[in-house]
């Protein structure tokens, strides 16, 4: 070609010593070849037990509860925090306790190459009390809020939503103790379901502080000694180390021995007892669903007053597991050597809700697939740009970015050259309009738009293309009506 030819007069010596070299390339790569099949084969390294990767058909669950965690959190007046994975071991013995089962099994501790242990984070709120004390927020307007997304481990018996590796999504509004801060956190978690569509019912408690627990830890294990007996094995060992946690066994007799247990509610103060009520009452103003639960302990020791957890509403996909967890703890920043600061807050488990949108739209594709192919409904909406030939290629490089600074998001295959690939991919993928560019339409500077439901094309300059993509937009919504979309 007649360019690289004039370039090629103004090379410098050692780019043309290059060149020379390039062309002796051509025995060698053979060898390379044979070389590449001398490799030892191995067996491919495996994924770990217990993690597990997201793949492109699965991650626009994982994108989706990004952005709507971003969306709801910015709209409460969160802001973003980000605070690393590895972290002093001794801040989750210290903030979660000895005895519970994240410290006590699920952590996973190495020894420091500068002396002590380092842990990957079992969870995050632990993490953001010690920046808060760190980097002296009680200086700063209180309360601080803050919402975080990112991958926690626990080294749990992997099993149905339950990882190694899993990510949660959470808020945190440190600095105020008031039931409206607790209501609003719930309310927060509440919507951020709802947003995706999911109906969630919210199992409430409270725990009281320090003094009125032990008051009543003393009279729950005295009631649990009477029936030490009949206890199972793991809860005999619960007994002494951690007598709250026997509320959450699995073994029937346990739970029998636990519906007659004495209740917390009973030992609280009028003072916590009021505090609740009001954060109730705030719940009941933004219609949250929610039940008492008076067994509810939650696992982690950092907790005083309010504690809740989040459970499928009934009749949604049968779930055990609880989807979301949180509660007050207003002692950690003093217990972590920070001021008397309270605190609450609240972290989703996102494979958990992952796996709920995905069977869902598994469950939507059934019933899709069941219909005859006739009567099964398309929906029709965005547009692919396809190209024709290597000018068109690269105008139509050019094009997607161009409508991406408009704020214009097209579908392309620029990978594939043959129109019929190209057409296919725009067809699987239900768009309602096919742009068409050939080397005809580079030179003229014009595109072709196809209508993908009816065939019929029609050409116009590319100039108009944003003007025409966004009338496009509102016809879209005269084909599907019922289709929601967002901007
Ligand atoms: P958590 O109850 O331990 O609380 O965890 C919160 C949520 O994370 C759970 O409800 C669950 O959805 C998810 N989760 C926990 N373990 C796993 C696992 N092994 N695999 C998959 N998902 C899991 C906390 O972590 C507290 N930091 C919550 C909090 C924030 N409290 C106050 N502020």
Sequence with gaps: MPRISQKTKRISPASKKRKVKKIRLSPKRNTKKKET???????????????????????????????????????????????????????????????????????????????????????????????????????????????????????????????????????????????IVDAELISLAYNFFLDLGIKTVVHINSIGNLEERENYLAELVAYLKLHKNLLSTDSKKRLTKNPLRIFDSKDERDQQIMEEAPQIIDWLTDESRDYFTEVLEYLDQVGVNYILKPTLVRGLDYYTDTVFEFYLEEGEETSQSALAGGGRYDGLIEYLGGQEVPACGFAIGVERVMNILQARDEEKQKVYLSLPKKERPRVLKGVFLAQLGKQAKKQALYLIERLRKDGLKIYHNLAKSSIKTQLESADKLNVAYTLILGQKEVQEESIIIRDMESGVQEIIPQSKLKQKILKIKDEEKIINPGSKRKK
Excluded at 55 to 77: D, R
Excluded at 105 to 113: A, G, Q, S, V, W
Excluded at 155 to 165: V, W
């Design 37 to 179: 099949k001398n490799v030892k084969k191995i067996n491919t390294p495996n994924l770990l037990r217990g993690f597990k990767d997201i793949l492109p058909e699965t991650s626009k669950y994982f994108v989706g509860i990004l952005n709507t965690a971003q969306n709801i959190s910015e709209a409460y007046n969160y802001s973003y925090i980000e605070t690393p994975i590895l972290e002093p071991a001794q801040l989750f013995i210290r903030s979660l306790g000895k005895a519970t089962d994240v410290v006590d099994k699920e952590m996973y501790i190495f020894d420091n190459k500068e002396g002590g242990k380092i842990c990957l984070r079992p969870e995050a709120t632990a993490s953001i009390a010690r920046a808060y004390i760190n980097h002296g927020l009680q200086t700063k307007p209180q309360p601080i809020k803050v919402w975080y997304l990112g991958p926690m481990f626990r080294h749990d018996r992997p099993q149905a939503g339950r990882y190694r590796q899993f990510h949660q999504f959470g808020c945190e509004s440190i600095g105020e103790r008031d039931p």
